[in-house]
């Protein structure tokens, strides 16, 4: 079976005092062309999958790193901050406490990391083209590519609202000063609907999961992701109807044992849809900058043990509530550290003991964050930075979906899509259910995968929840991040800033 294999290439950034240099990458001249080497367009598309990886959250850009689980978990109620008052990440207490500013570091390194990512997709699809490769072949490339930036623009609108639709490779610097494509916000509107052309063609170009490599976006991904977006627009036929199609492509299933999901045997599963590779599915030791790092437990008070992290994002009082007693989904989602003064320790599935809460720095972790050192199979072991699939689609997404728009519309039957969810949990089936019961389940079947805070938003109930949660969350503000000023002064001020802000 063949794995991906993520590569990494050289280009030649160009930069103009009045374009965001995110937009300007161009190849370098002189070398190979899809024209002449027809394995460039696959290793072109190889290139933006590995974008997926970009987590440098303080410099060059972050796309799945420390920031992107700071404003789509430790920024929801079903997170807190961590780590420790004084830290001194100001980022991401700011994001936390909803005092950010439009000078936010992480707010910014989440536009310039996903724009790179846009751009090298972009420019894969410019040099697939002119590919001396079969037509089916390339448009099964442009779809993977177009599922892709679909994904990463699905991102952006989430965090920023409407945002630049750069959907072309510029041809030199003055060409992007000119274009005012490249140097001005386009609307919410705009944005989704560039998304969805995107993603129906992947979804018409791509075969289903049996029939693709693995780790590759295929019809089911593009299904599902398709879906999720029509979900939050409120589309409800389509979303339905989408949902439908991958339940009876009898493609997927539930993995039987809710925790083995977030293990490395639980990679590319029966339930995956679509995930980052990372680790020994794509040959090598690579991983997303940090993010097992800064969700690591990490040590405090009597110390003296092998510290897993920095302590950041951990589960809240209000999750662990929220959850029903003997659901099986809440040992497998939340690491308890021992608190019983009887310095019993806390066993992990791999039989690593973390110490008492006289060592440790706070009471709960991130289970799902988890890699084992023992366990898993790592190119290097000895770091604590180690590689960890992440999950962006699972099936019971679509189950979920499925219910929402059933209930909407008053088709199909939600409450069996639901059960069938809740039975793998160790739940006994609800005769009947309301879209509480849906919302409910989402947020419990997700805990801790980055879609709570979206979630919230979509469902007009941000602001209520995070002002009971104790945030400084401001209606009509808070909803979206700041556009960064530094892209607001690199587009000469045609960017125009977010409301509030």
Known sequence: MKKIFYSIFLFITVVSSSCSDQFLDVPVQGGPTTSSDPKLAERLVTGVYNSMLQGDSWGNGDVHGFAFLTVTSIISDDADKGSTAGDQQIPVGDIDN????????????????????????????????TASISEEEKNKLKGEVRFLRGY???????????VPLVLR??????????????????????????IKSDLTFAYENLKVKSQSLVGHANKGAAGALLAKVHMYLKEWQPAFDLTKEIIESNQYQLVEDYATIWRQAGDNSSESIFEIQTGEFNNANLNINNYTTAQGVRVGGKGGWDDLGWGFNNPSTSLIAAYEPDDLRKNATIIFVDNSGEHHGTILWDGFRIPSSDSVQNLYYNYKAYASNSKENYADPGTKDLPKNIKILRYAEVLLINAEAGLELGQGDPTARV????????????????????WQE??????????????LVRQGRAAEVMQAAGKNFVAGKHERLPIPISQILLSGNKLKQNDQY
């Open 152 to 162: 990463f623009y699905f991102n952006l609108v989430r965090m920023y609202g409407g």
């Open 419 to 438: 059960n069938e969810v809740r039975e793998r949990a160790g739940l006994d089936d609800l005769g009947s259910v309301d879209i509480d019961d849906v």
């Open 98 to 129: 909803f005092t950010l500013t439009p000078s936010n570091r992480f707010a910014e390194t989440l536009w310039s990391g996903h724009y790179k990512a846009i751009g090298a997709a972009n420019k894969a699809l410019e040099a697939l083209e």
């Open 169 to 194: 490779v510029p041809r030199d610097a003055a060409d992007a000063n000119s274009d005012l494509a490249f140097q001005t916000r386009a609307t919410e509107e705009q944005v989704y609907t560039s």
């Open 442 to 455: 989402r947020r419990i079947e997700f805990a801790m995968e980055h879609d709570r805070f979206w979630d």
